[in-house]
């Protein structure tokens, strides 16, 4: 298995927990600043449209808290434009849609190096 970048092992435990897009960031950051949160967006999307198609992540959607349990999959193009938007990775005081990651189909123990390097 791979050496693990923190962000992966980030993603990888949030995605363990169904967490809210915006709960990667705060754990990430270790904090509540959302100004801050905003600066890793790019991070997390890019780990998250990689490892979404590869079936280790898994996205849902729902008007009802729990995401994971109540919404549906978020893939394609949508998951694309959600990732890009960031309205999905704010938190709400009172929200009205929840957005998750949540573990995927695939075993994480198969993620090999390399394998969302840039170009692929």
Known sequence: MKDWADDEYCLYVNGGEASDLWAVL???TQGEDEEEWKKHIPR???????????????VFRSDEWPAYGTGQ????EELTELL???R???YAEEPTQW???ASGDRPISELEEGM?????
């Open 84 to 86: 890009a938007d960031p």
């Open 44 to 58: 997390f999307a890019r780990l998250i449209a990689c490892w979404q198609p590869l079936g280790f992540i898994r």
């Open 88 to 90: 999905s990775w704010a």
């Open 99 to 101: 957005i998750c990651v």
């Open 73 to 76: 999959e978020v893939t394609g």
């Open 26 to 28: 705060a754990d990430w």
């Open 116 to 120: 969302c390097d840039e170009g692929q």
